[in-house]
């Protein structure tokens, strides 16, 4: 519609304008669009007085109405008015809105401060309210207090006057009872005069008790005629009378008074059942367990608690711990100091320590004349081997030959332990290794000397001095370069310097002085433990001090036994083993653990305490660690084991030491993301049982120098279980660590192979939005995958529906031609917009 065909509104009248009115606003100045502009504010101000207008209250009229509008006001004088308007209202609502909001805030603080104080005046009425209670109490139990003392007092006085009563009535008729301080207040005042009632009962009272006879014991009982009389009910029975007075007596001796609280000696082993602290503390068990429970632990009567807890239960209590270690129970054990007149000198306890292949076990055998070696499987000391050697001057040496391979640290550890002096065998053509060095901390913290055997010497390359001079760099300075450490240039196969090596044997151990008492029980230390399928378990003994003989009743760790057979290094059956003499042991009940110490007690009894006591102690251990796990960590550990893969196997293998070896080495395989778990691991040969735990658990059967038995062989086959055979521990660690790798996720790699840049986008039906683009760096292929960037930032990542070169569907556009992409699923691609082409590579991972 035009603007002159006057239907179009330009006023704030509301109304229509024609022609003349239109040509009245163009003649004042104004243009259609600040006409259109007043129209749409529409404000209406008042006039003011003088201006045209009826005066005296008139109706305001619209300023921007041109027609109605003051004469001489113009255009931008109007515009300036408006705006002052507007600015007044916009002001004025400001300031509305803020006193609003003041008044509001206003409420607010009177509102809280209103609310603080009716908190404060409950609070102060509670206060108040509860010392009232307090004090009401108080007064009650003071009143309670008192009445309580006085009916004592007069209890006593009664029974203190009933002798004087007893011999006054006993008297001659009309004799004057003696009177005492008791009887002032009667004397002083009148006597009351008696009713007949209760001179008919006082007859009958007399008349009872003249008969003689037992109506005494009634005189409690509520009778017609006490009813009738209206003495009150039931009166106290003799016996209770009896009792109060025995009471009054003793308060009266001073023997009222409550006992004080017994102080005990509580003895306090590593753990301890909650109901026997109990016992030992002569308290209540619920009392321990409330303790226990404001302590912040909840346990019942039936659970065990470590001994630092119990300490402090028993000091809340009042009692004195006494910690009891196993010197106090195991006194059965001799611990008594040998007599310097009564030691004798032992043979010195030789450990071979060194890295693999460095012919330890090789240079023993060139000692013992034997040849060690060709029993071990792949030529490696799998085994700690005990040996005692005669040398040409006619002394004994004792060997202990450990395995070099790093996962025998444990074992090798155990060497030293037992040791006197230490053989580093280093080989001449090789230089110092990571279980050197390892053999070397072990002889150091083991605090024995050593002596270094430079093996390999006849070799064509061999460097002695260079091995002396890699030792410096762990603090082991020869004597050749002006040091304390012994060295020997050996070879074990030509046996060259074998002599000069037990020379230097003997002349350390002259200087150690090494001696023992022979004649006393023995004491020795497990170098190695056994299952034999023949002979039951099998221990491995060096004994230390004493000597062990044919039918000796020990205890070893957690076992015990009496000595079936004493085997030596050769096999042959001896009656006796002094000190430093290495022996298998026969006769355990039960296969002790590789380091466990073996101590000679008298009796069977004794052996079976000790032994049930050390695995009672094992076994509360182990229950106090379980009981002092939190919710919290438990509920870490489940996160940690679901987020972890596992591989679960189960070990059996032919010695303890091994088996230990193993369980630890495997420990040692895996990451953060996947890892061994041993399920169980133990000594002898694989039975029906453990197949069953393999399979409930999905685990694999690994067994070190043993087989399964007929029965097991076949459970395993029907169950699908899979047990795999060992003879050499490297083949071992190196299988699992391959199984573990396959639980590791695949590594997913992206190669970049080419970028290309949008020159233009072009509008296909039944296609969408094609990308007109110039390969400017690698190749574009159909099937790898893209990116685009827009302003280097990736705002798509998917694949492509075409990829064209001209009007042909390619596989791949080399760089600096020109192709048309489009997106899957995807439109919004720009000029100038970049795409980025990958491949996606999955690398398989391993276990390094």
């Keep these: 519609m035009s603007d002159t065909d006057g239907k179009k509104p ?93 008044e509001k805030a206003r409420e607010e603080e009177r509102q809280r401060k209103r609310e603080e104080i009716e908190a404060r005046e409950r609070e102060e009425r509670a206060a108040e309210e509860a010392a009232r209670r307090k004090a009401e109490e108080e007064e009650r139990l003071k009143a309670e207090a008192e009445a309580k003392a006085r009916r004592e007092a007069e209890i006593a006085r009664r029974a203190a006057n009933a002798p004087a009563r007893v011999a006054a009535g006993a008297g001659a008729p009309g004799a004057a009872a003696p009177v005492g301080p008791a009887d002032e207040r009667t004397k002083t005042a009148p006597t009351p005069r008696k009713t007949d009632r209760e001179r008919e009962r006082e007859d009958r009272e007399r008349a009872a008790k003249a008969k003689g006879g037992d109506d005494s014991r009634r005189a409690g009982k509520l009778t017609l005629t006490a009813a009738l009389d209206g003495e009150g009910g039931r009166t106290r029975s003799l016996a209770a009378m009896k009792r109060k007075q025995e009471k009054a007596r003793q308060k009266a001796m001073g023997f009222g008074h409550k006992p004080e609280k017994q102080v005990r000696d509580v003895q306090l082993p590593e753990t301890i059942v909650v109901q026997e602290l109990a016992n030992r503390m002569a308290e209540r068990a619920a009392d321990v367990v409330k303790c226990l429970m404001k302590m912040g632990m909840m346990v019942s009567m039936n659970q065990t608690i470590d001994a630092d807890t119990a300490e402090l239960v028993i000091e809340e209590f009042g009692h004195r711990a006494v910690r009891v270690t196993d010197a106090d129970v195991e006194q059965a054990i001799d611990t008594v100091v040998d007599r310097e007149e009564d030691l004798r000198p032992r043979p010195p306890i030789v450990t071979i320590m060194g890295h693999v292949d460095h012919g330890k076990t090789s240079l023993l055998d060139a000692i013992r004349k034997a040849n060690v070696v060709a029993g071990e499987a792949g030529g490696i000391t799998q085994h700690i081997g005990a040996y005692q050697v005669t040398t040409p001057n006619g ?38 290794m990571p279980q050197t060095v390892e053999a070397i901390n072990h002889a150091k913290a083991a605090k024995v000397p050593m002596i270094v055997a430079i093996n390999k010497i006849d070799k064509y390359d061999a460097n002695p001095q260079k091995v002396r001079t890699d030792l410096l760099q762990y603090d082991v300075v020869v004597e050749e370069m002006s040091g304390d450490v012994q060295d020997v240039e050996v070879s074990a196969k030509t046996g060259q310097g074998l002599d000069n090596l037990l020379e230097a044997i003997a002349l350390q151990a002259e200087i150690l002085e ?46 015990w036994g009496k000595v079936r057979a004493l085997i030596n290094d050769k096999g042959e059956t001896i009656a006796e083993a002094g000190p430093s003499v290495p022996v298998e042991v026969l006769g355990l009940n ?41 919710l919290e960590q438990l509920m870490a ?37 996947v890892r061994v778990r041993v399920l169980h691991y133990g000594v002898g040969a694989i039975t029906d049982s453990d197949v069953g735990l393999a399979e409930a658990s999905g685990a694999s059967v690994i067994g070190f120098n043993v087989r399964a038995n007929a029965t097991a062989r076949q459970a395993a086959q029907q169950k699908g279980v899979e047990i795999r055979y060992y003879s050499i521990i490297y083949d071992l660690i190196d299988d699992i660590r391959k199984a573990a790798s396959g639980l590791l996720k695949a590594e997913v790699r ?38 685009l960037l827009r302003d280097n930032v990736v705002i798509h990542e998917g694949t492509l529906k075409t990829l064209k070169r001209f009007k042909d569907e390619v596989k791949e556009v080399q760089s600096g031609q020109e192709c048309g992409m489009a997106f899957e699923r995807y439109e919004d691609i720009r000029p100038g917009d970049v795409i980025e082409i990958f491949e996606r590579e999955t690398v398989e991972r391993s276990l390094v």
């Design 10 to 102: 330009l006023g704030l009248g509301g109304g229509t304008r024609g022609p003349g009115q239109v040509k009245q606003s163009f003649s004042h100045g104004r243009t259609k669009s600040v006409a259109v502009e007043v129209k749409r504010k529409r404000v209406v101000v008042p006039q003011k007085p003088g201006v045209a207008g009826a005066a005296g209250g008139a109706s305001p009229q619209p300023l921007g109405d041109p027609a109605k509008r003051p004469a001489g006001i113009s255009d931008a004088e109007m515009e300036r008015r408006l705006a002052a308007l507007r600015a007044a209202k916009s002001r004025e609502a400001e300031e509305a809105a803020a006193r609003a909001a003041e």
């Design 395 to 432: 002394s004994l040496v004792t060997f202990l030959d450990t395995p070099g391979h790093a996962a025998f640290t444990s074992m090798r550890a155990r060497g030293a332990q037992v040791t006197d002096i230490v053989v580093l065998v280093v080989a001449a053509d090789d230089a110092v």
């Design 514 to 559: 090494l001696k023992a008492n022979p004649n006393r029980a023995a004491m020795g230390a497990v170098i190695e433990a056994k299952l034999d399928v023949g002979r039951g378990p099998v221990a491995t003994v060096l004994v230390q001090r004493g000597t062990l003989r044919k039918g000796d009743i020990f205890v070893v760790g957690e076992k």
């Design 590 to 630: 039960g296969t002790p653990e590789a380091g466990d110490v073996l101590n000679v007690v008298e009796t069977e009894a004794q052996a079976r305490e000790i032994a049930a006591y050390r695995e009672q102690v094992a076994k509360d251990k182990r229950a106090a660690a379980g009981a002092a796990t939190t």
């Design 637 to 673: 550990k489940a996160k940690a084991d679901q987020s972890v893969a596992e591989l679960p196997v189960l070990v059996k293998a032919d010695v303890q030491g091994s088996a230990e070896a193993i369980v630890q080495a495997l420990e040692k395989v895996g990451n953060d993301e």
């Design 750 to 787: 992206e190669n970049f192979i080419g970028y290309a840049k949008i020159l233009e986008v072009f509008k296909i039906t039944g296609v969408g939005n094609v990308a007109g683009c110039l390969v400017t760096e690698g190749i574009a292929r159909r099937s790898a995958g893209v990116r």
